[in-house]
Nanobody
Framework: QVQVVESGGGLVQAGGSLRLSCSAS????????MAWFRQAPGKEREGVSC????????YYADSVKGRFTISRDNAKNTLILQMNNLKPEDTAMYYC??????????????????WGQGTQVTVSS
């Protein structure tokens, strides 16, 4: 049974940092590209970042480029999103996802194989 579990969300002031983690089990982690999505209240889910199977190629939404860093540890089946200089507009539920390949930073639901349940990030002004 595949499980994808996010952690690390919370409440932070604008300008602060958070580190999201995603742990995956029940799948061959290094066979999947991994991505972060987010969904703010009243808005559609959007792609934030995607990283290749080996971790050598990554993509970012323009809104987070230079502030967020995606990384992975295939030995530990773990995906990380380091978020710095957070802004109130970053407030959203953040989701980890496993997919067969990155096609840029955003993907349709049909391109995602497995979703996590999400972790809430709230940035106060």
């Amino acid at each position: 049974q595949v499980q994808v579990v996010e952690s690390g969300g919370g409440l932070v002031q604008a300008g602060g940092s958070l580190r999201l983690s995603c742990s995956a089990s029940g799948l061959r982690f290094d066979s999947y590209s991994m991505a972060w999505f987010r969904q703010a209240p009243g808005k559609e889910r959007e792609g934030v970042s995607c990283i290749s199977k080996s971790g050598t190629i990554s993509y970012y939404a323009d809104s987070v480029k230079g502030r967020f860093t995606i990384s992975r540890d295939n030995a530990k089946n773990t995906l990380i999103l380091q978020m710095n200089n957070l802004k109130p507009e970053d407030t959203a539920m953040y989701y980890c996802a496993a997919l067969f390949g990155c096609v840029g930073y955003d993907h349709t639901p049909a391109q995602v194989e497995y979703w996590g349940q999400g972790t809430q990030v709230t940035v106060s002004s």
